[in-house]
Protein backbone atom coordinates (compact mmCIF):
# COMPACT_ATOMS: atom_id res chain seq x y z
CA UNK A 1 0.00 0.00 0.00
CA UNK A 2 1.07 3.54 -0.74
CA UNK A 3 1.90 5.36 2.26
CA UNK A 4 -0.44 8.37 3.30
CA UNK A 5 2.54 10.76 3.81
CA UNK A 6 5.90 11.09 2.01
CA UNK A 7 7.76 14.43 3.14
CA UNK A 8 10.84 14.90 1.48
CA UNK A 9 13.11 17.53 2.23
CA UNK A 10 11.25 19.69 3.66
CA UNK A 11 12.96 23.04 4.54
CA UNK A 12 11.40 26.26 6.41
CA UNK A 13 12.43 29.76 7.21
CA UNK A 14 11.67 32.73 8.68
CA UNK A 15 12.24 35.79 8.02
CA UNK A 16 14.43 37.75 10.92
CA UNK A 17 13.88 41.54 11.69
CA UNK A 18 17.84 42.16 10.31
CA UNK A 19 17.23 40.41 6.94
CA UNK A 20 18.12 36.81 7.92
CA UNK A 21 16.23 33.52 7.80
CA UNK A 22 15.65 31.84 11.08
CA UNK A 23 15.64 28.04 9.27
CA UNK A 24 12.98 26.28 11.59
CA UNK A 25 13.08 23.28 10.02
CA UNK A 26 16.06 21.64 7.55
CA UNK A 27 15.82 18.95 5.07
CA UNK A 28 13.22 16.88 7.32
CA UNK A 29 12.24 13.42 5.31
CA UNK A 30 8.97 11.53 6.75
CA UNK A 31 6.90 8.74 5.26
CA UNK A 32 3.90 7.07 7.34
CA UNK A 33 1.90 4.13 6.57
CA UNK A 34 -2.37 4.33 6.75
CA UNK A 35 -3.04 3.16 9.95
CA UNK A 36 0.26 3.51 12.08
CA UNK A 37 1.04 6.22 14.23
CA UNK A 38 4.47 8.60 14.02
CA UNK A 39 5.40 10.80 16.93
CA UNK A 40 7.99 13.50 16.63
CA UNK A 41 9.60 14.62 19.56
CA UNK A 42 12.17 17.23 20.42
CA UNK A 43 12.03 20.39 23.15
CA UNK A 44 10.37 23.16 22.50
CA UNK A 45 11.81 25.53 19.46
CA UNK A 46 13.16 22.55 17.84
CA UNK A 47 11.04 23.32 14.91
CA UNK A 48 7.95 20.38 15.71
CA UNK A 49 5.06 22.67 14.74
CA UNK A 50 6.57 23.92 11.68
CA UNK A 51 6.94 20.69 10.38
CA UNK A 52 3.29 20.11 10.71
CA UNK A 53 1.87 23.11 9.57
CA UNK A 54 4.05 23.16 6.49
CA UNK A 55 1.78 19.88 5.33
CA UNK A 56 -1.16 21.42 6.41
CA UNK A 57 -0.53 24.77 4.30
CA UNK A 58 -0.72 26.67 7.54
CA UNK A 59 2.48 28.35 7.86
CA UNK A 60 2.54 32.60 7.29
CA UNK A 61 2.88 33.72 3.78
CA UNK A 62 6.26 35.37 4.39
CA UNK A 63 7.78 31.51 5.40
CA UNK A 64 10.24 30.37 3.01
CA UNK A 65 9.43 26.61 2.21
CA UNK A 66 10.93 24.32 0.21
CA UNK A 67 10.53 20.44 -0.25
CA UNK A 68 7.86 18.18 -1.14
CA UNK A 69 4.83 16.54 -0.19
CA UNK A 70 2.94 13.46 -1.37
CA UNK A 71 -0.29 12.16 -0.05
CA UNK A 72 -2.17 9.20 0.08
CA UNK A 73 -0.28 7.82 -3.17
CA UNK A 74 -1.07 10.80 -5.56
CA UNK A 75 1.64 12.65 -6.99
CA UNK A 76 4.05 14.87 -4.70
CA UNK A 77 3.50 18.96 -4.23
CA UNK A 78 5.91 21.73 -3.77
CA UNK A 79 5.01 22.80 -0.47
CA UNK A 80 4.17 26.54 -0.31
CA UNK A 81 3.22 28.60 2.59
CA UNK A 82 0.17 30.68 2.89
CA UNK A 83 -1.97 28.20 1.09
CA UNK A 84 -5.66 28.74 0.99
CA UNK A 85 -8.36 26.98 3.08
CA UNK A 86 -9.67 25.13 -0.10
CA UNK A 87 -5.90 24.24 -0.69
CA UNK A 88 -5.31 22.45 2.84
CA UNK A 89 -8.88 20.76 2.71
CA UNK A 90 -8.13 19.41 -0.75
CA UNK A 91 -5.46 17.58 0.79
CA UNK A 92 -7.59 15.41 3.39
CA UNK A 93 -5.81 16.00 6.44
CA UNK A 94 -7.15 16.49 9.76
CA UNK A 95 -5.29 18.93 12.02
CA UNK A 96 -5.48 19.40 15.54
CA UNK A 97 -3.88 21.44 18.24
CA UNK A 98 -2.52 22.20 21.31
CA UNK A 99 -5.13 24.19 22.43
CA UNK A 100 -8.76 22.98 21.67
CA UNK A 101 -10.60 26.02 22.23
CA UNK A 102 -8.54 28.01 19.94
CA UNK A 103 -9.57 25.69 17.22
CA UNK A 104 -13.13 26.04 17.76
CA UNK A 105 -15.25 29.14 16.64
CA UNK A 106 -17.01 30.58 20.06
CA UNK A 107 -19.95 31.79 18.22
CA UNK A 108 -20.29 29.07 16.49
CA UNK A 109 -22.46 25.87 18.16
CA UNK A 110 -20.13 22.85 18.07
CA UNK A 111 -22.08 21.20 15.98
CA UNK A 112 -22.27 23.59 13.46
CA UNK A 113 -18.89 23.56 13.14
CA UNK A 114 -18.39 19.75 13.06
CA UNK A 115 -21.39 20.37 10.61
CA UNK A 116 -19.64 23.02 8.44
CA UNK A 117 -16.09 20.41 7.72
CA UNK A 118 -18.53 17.71 6.83
CA UNK A 119 -20.50 19.59 4.66
CA UNK A 120 -17.59 21.14 2.41
CA UNK A 121 -15.60 17.83 2.22
CA UNK A 122 -18.46 15.93 2.04
CA UNK A 123 -20.65 17.69 -0.21
CA UNK A 124 -23.59 17.14 2.55
CA UNK A 125 -26.71 19.66 2.70
CA UNK A 126 -27.54 21.39 5.76
CA UNK A 127 -29.74 18.74 7.74
CA UNK A 128 -27.49 16.02 6.02
CA UNK A 129 -24.68 17.48 7.74
CA UNK A 130 -26.40 18.46 11.32
CA UNK A 131 -27.03 14.70 11.47
CA UNK A 132 -23.71 13.77 10.32
CA UNK A 133 -21.74 16.06 13.12
CA UNK A 134 -24.56 14.43 15.34
CA UNK A 135 -22.91 11.02 15.01
CA UNK A 136 -19.28 12.26 14.87
CA UNK A 137 -19.55 13.96 18.16
CA UNK A 138 -21.14 10.44 19.31
CA UNK A 139 -18.13 9.11 17.84
CA UNK A 140 -15.43 10.63 19.71
CA UNK A 141 -17.32 10.16 22.70
CA UNK A 142 -18.96 12.62 23.67
CA UNK A 143 -22.60 12.08 25.60
CA UNK A 144 -25.93 12.91 24.63
CA UNK A 145 -24.39 14.32 21.48
CA UNK A 146 -27.25 15.22 19.78
CA UNK A 147 -28.27 18.14 22.79
CA UNK A 148 -24.20 18.75 23.20
CA UNK A 149 -24.50 19.86 19.71
CA UNK A 150 -26.31 22.51 20.34
CA UNK A 151 -23.72 24.04 22.63
CA UNK A 152 -21.65 26.78 22.34
CA UNK A 153 -17.85 25.87 23.03
CA UNK A 154 -17.67 27.52 26.56
CA UNK A 155 -20.03 25.09 27.18
CA UNK A 156 -17.38 22.37 27.07
CA UNK A 157 -14.73 21.11 29.27
CA UNK A 158 -10.89 20.98 27.46
CA UNK A 159 -11.03 17.17 26.81
CA UNK A 160 -14.69 17.87 25.30
CA UNK A 161 -13.38 20.42 23.54
CA UNK A 162 -10.43 18.74 22.08
CA UNK A 163 -13.42 15.48 21.30
CA UNK A 164 -15.25 17.90 18.85
CA UNK A 165 -12.31 19.32 17.17
CA UNK A 166 -11.22 15.94 16.66
CA UNK A 167 -15.04 14.90 15.40
CA UNK A 168 -14.50 18.29 13.35
CA UNK A 169 -10.81 16.65 12.00
CA UNK A 170 -12.70 13.52 10.95
CA UNK A 171 -15.63 15.12 9.45
CA UNK A 172 -13.08 15.86 6.43
CA UNK A 173 -12.41 12.04 5.96
CA UNK A 174 -9.04 12.58 6.10
CA UNK A 175 -6.30 10.03 5.55
CA UNK A 176 -3.90 11.88 7.60
CA UNK A 177 -4.36 13.36 11.31
CA UNK A 178 -1.80 16.01 12.38
CA UNK A 179 -1.99 16.53 16.19
CA UNK A 180 0.13 19.27 17.48
CA UNK A 181 0.35 18.54 21.23
CA UNK A 182 -3.10 17.48 21.35
CA UNK A 183 -2.81 16.59 25.40
CA UNK A 184 -0.60 18.94 27.07
CA UNK A 185 -3.18 21.55 27.88
CA UNK A 186 -5.21 18.72 29.79
CA UNK A 187 -5.49 17.02 32.82
CA UNK A 188 -3.47 13.79 33.10
CA UNK A 189 -6.72 11.52 33.26
CA UNK A 190 -8.18 13.23 29.91
CA UNK A 191 -4.83 12.98 28.34
CA UNK A 192 -5.19 9.05 28.27
CA UNK A 193 -8.10 9.15 27.11
CA UNK A 194 -7.31 11.76 24.57
CA UNK A 195 -4.72 9.34 23.23
CA UNK A 196 -7.00 6.24 23.23
CA UNK A 197 -9.62 8.17 21.11
CA UNK A 198 -7.01 8.82 18.65
CA UNK A 199 -5.67 5.18 18.65
CA UNK A 200 -8.85 3.90 18.09
CA UNK A 201 -9.30 6.24 15.30
CA UNK A 202 -6.01 5.20 13.41
CA UNK A 203 -7.15 1.41 14.27
CA UNK A 204 -10.70 1.78 12.94
CA UNK A 205 -10.30 4.08 10.06
CA UNK A 206 -6.73 3.32 8.93
CA UNK A 207 -5.93 6.40 8.69
CA UNK A 208 -2.42 7.73 9.89
CA UNK A 209 -1.52 9.58 12.77
CA UNK A 210 1.60 12.00 13.07
CA UNK A 211 2.09 12.64 17.00
CA UNK A 212 4.16 15.98 18.23
CA UNK A 213 4.87 15.57 21.67
CA UNK A 214 7.68 16.56 23.70
CA UNK A 215 7.18 13.23 25.71
CA UNK A 216 9.24 10.45 24.89
CA UNK A 217 7.22 8.32 27.57
CA UNK A 218 4.16 9.13 25.83
CA UNK A 219 5.71 8.78 22.28
CA UNK A 220 7.13 5.06 23.06
CA UNK A 221 3.11 4.22 24.09
CA UNK A 222 1.21 5.38 21.66
CA UNK A 223 3.81 5.12 18.42
CA UNK A 224 4.62 2.98 16.07
CA UNK A 225 7.92 4.85 14.91
CA UNK A 226 9.72 8.14 16.61
CA UNK A 227 11.81 10.69 14.51
CA UNK A 228 13.30 13.14 17.52
CA UNK A 229 13.94 16.55 16.29
CA UNK A 230 16.81 18.69 17.37
CA UNK A 231 17.20 21.94 16.54
CA UNK A 232 15.17 21.64 13.06
CA UNK A 233 16.36 18.37 12.02
CA UNK A 234 15.54 15.01 12.55
CA UNK A 235 18.75 13.62 14.15
CA UNK A 236 16.89 9.87 15.16
CA UNK A 237 14.43 7.77 13.61
CA UNK A 238 13.45 4.91 14.01
CA UNK A 239 10.55 1.91 15.26
CA UNK A 240 9.33 3.84 18.71
CA UNK A 241 10.89 0.63 20.95
CA UNK A 242 14.03 0.68 19.55
CA UNK A 243 14.14 4.58 20.30
CA UNK A 244 12.88 3.99 23.39
CA UNK A 245 14.72 1.13 24.81
CA UNK A 246 18.19 1.86 22.87
CA UNK A 247 18.35 5.50 21.60
CA UNK A 248 21.57 5.96 19.81
CA UNK A 249 22.21 10.20 19.99
CA UNK A 250 23.02 11.78 22.94
CA UNK A 251 20.01 13.64 22.83
CA UNK A 252 17.83 10.75 22.64
CA UNK A 253 19.73 9.16 25.55
CA UNK A 254 19.36 12.48 27.20
CA UNK A 255 15.54 12.76 26.42
CA UNK A 256 15.06 8.82 27.61
CA UNK A 257 16.35 9.81 30.92
CA UNK A 258 18.94 7.34 30.54
CA UNK A 259 21.75 7.44 33.09
CA UNK A 260 24.56 8.88 31.13
CA UNK A 261 27.68 7.53 31.50
CA UNK A 262 30.07 10.16 31.23
CA UNK A 263 28.10 11.68 34.19
CA UNK A 264 25.96 14.37 32.16
CA UNK A 265 23.29 15.44 32.88
CA UNK A 266 19.89 13.74 31.68
CA UNK A 267 16.44 15.04 31.71
CA UNK A 268 12.59 14.38 30.48
CA UNK A 269 10.41 16.54 29.08
CA UNK A 270 10.45 20.03 27.43
CA UNK A 271 14.11 21.38 28.61
CA UNK A 272 16.39 19.19 28.92
CA UNK A 273 20.19 20.49 29.69
CA UNK A 274 18.61 23.19 31.67
CA UNK A 275 22.45 24.89 32.33
CA UNK A 276 22.83 25.32 28.87
CA UNK A 277 20.98 27.12 26.74
CA UNK A 278 19.09 25.98 23.51
CA UNK A 279 20.62 25.79 20.63
CA UNK A 280 20.46 28.75 18.34
CA UNK A 281 18.75 27.43 14.84
CA UNK A 282 19.83 31.29 13.24
CA UNK A 283 23.65 29.59 13.38
CA UNK A 284 24.79 28.59 10.31
CA UNK A 285 25.47 24.69 10.63
CA UNK A 286 29.00 23.64 9.32
CA UNK A 287 28.73 21.31 12.40
CA UNK A 288 26.74 19.31 14.63
CA UNK A 289 23.60 21.26 16.09
CA UNK A 290 24.14 19.63 19.24
CA UNK A 291 27.98 19.76 19.58
CA UNK A 292 28.10 22.71 21.83
CA UNK A 293 25.29 20.52 24.35
CA UNK A 294 27.25 17.40 23.82
CA UNK A 295 29.52 15.35 26.31
CA UNK A 296 30.87 13.60 23.93
CA UNK A 297 31.72 15.71 21.04
CA UNK A 298 34.79 15.48 19.80
CA UNK A 299 36.52 17.75 16.95
CA UNK A 300 35.00 16.29 14.03
CA UNK A 301 31.19 16.84 15.30
CA UNK A 302 32.59 20.72 15.38
CA UNK A 303 33.64 20.64 11.70
CA UNK A 304 31.50 18.17 10.15
CA UNK A 305 27.60 17.57 10.55
CA UNK A 306 26.66 13.92 10.97
CA UNK A 307 23.95 12.30 7.97
CA UNK A 308 21.33 10.62 9.49
CA UNK A 309 22.35 7.45 8.67
CA UNK A 310 20.68 3.48 9.19
CA UNK A 311 22.78 2.18 12.17
CA UNK A 312 20.33 -0.76 13.09
CA UNK A 313 17.26 -2.18 11.27
CA UNK A 314 15.40 0.60 10.29
CA UNK A 315 16.78 2.82 13.32
CA UNK A 316 18.65 5.90 11.78
CA UNK A 317 21.02 8.23 13.88
CA UNK A 318 22.58 11.76 12.73
CA UNK A 319 25.95 11.39 14.84
CA UNK A 320 29.72 10.20 14.72
CA UNK A 321 29.25 8.78 18.51
CA UNK A 322 26.11 7.13 17.56
CA UNK A 323 25.41 4.24 20.14
CA UNK A 324 28.33 5.23 22.52
CA UNK A 325 26.25 7.26 24.39
CA UNK A 326 23.38 4.58 25.03
CA UNK A 327 22.87 2.89 28.57
N1 LIG B 1 5.80 32.43 12.28
C1 LIG B 1 7.06 32.42 12.72
N2 LIG B 1 7.88 33.46 12.50
C2 LIG B 1 9.16 33.47 12.93
N3 LIG B 1 9.73 32.43 13.59
C3 LIG B 1 8.98 31.35 13.84
C4 LIG B 1 7.60 31.29 13.43
N4 LIG B 1 7.10 30.07 13.82
C5 LIG B 1 8.12 29.44 14.44
N5 LIG B 1 9.24 30.18 14.47
C6 LIG B 1 10.55 29.80 15.01
O1 LIG B 1 10.90 28.55 14.43
C7 LIG B 1 11.53 27.70 15.38
C8 LIG B 1 10.77 26.41 15.49
O2 LIG B 1 9.51 26.67 16.09
P1 LIG B 1 8.37 25.58 16.23
O3 LIG B 1 8.19 24.87 14.95
O4 LIG B 1 7.19 26.25 16.82
O5 LIG B 1 9.03 24.56 17.28
P2 LIG B 1 8.34 23.51 18.28
O6 LIG B 1 6.96 23.24 17.80
O7 LIG B 1 9.23 22.30 18.21
O8 LIG B 1 8.38 24.13 19.63
C9 LIG B 1 11.59 28.49 16.68
O9 LIG B 1 12.86 29.10 16.74
C10 LIG B 1 10.51 29.52 16.50
O10 LIG B 1 10.76 30.68 17.24
MG1 LIG C 1 5.17 23.42 18.84
Known amino acids: MAPVLILERLTVAFPLPDGGWLEATR ?15 GESGSGKTTVLNAMAGLLPAEARVT ?12 LAPGATREGVAGRRIG ?41 LLDRVGIDDPARRASDYPHRLSG ?23 PTTALDAMVQAQILDLLLALVDQDGVG ?14 ADEIAVMYAGRIVEQGPAEAVVRRPLHPYAVALAGAALPFGGVAATGDAPFPELPPADP ?16 IDRCRSVRPPLEPQDRGHAAACWRAGEAAP
Open 27 to 41: EVDLSLERGRVLALI
Open 67 to 78: GSLGLDGGGSDL
Open 95 to 135: MIFQNPGASLNPVLRVGATVAEVAAVHQGLGRTAAWRAAVE
Open 159 to 181: GQKQRVAIAAALAGKPGLILADE
Open 209 to 222: LVLVTHDLAVAGAV
Open 282 to 297: ALPVTACAFAPRCPLA
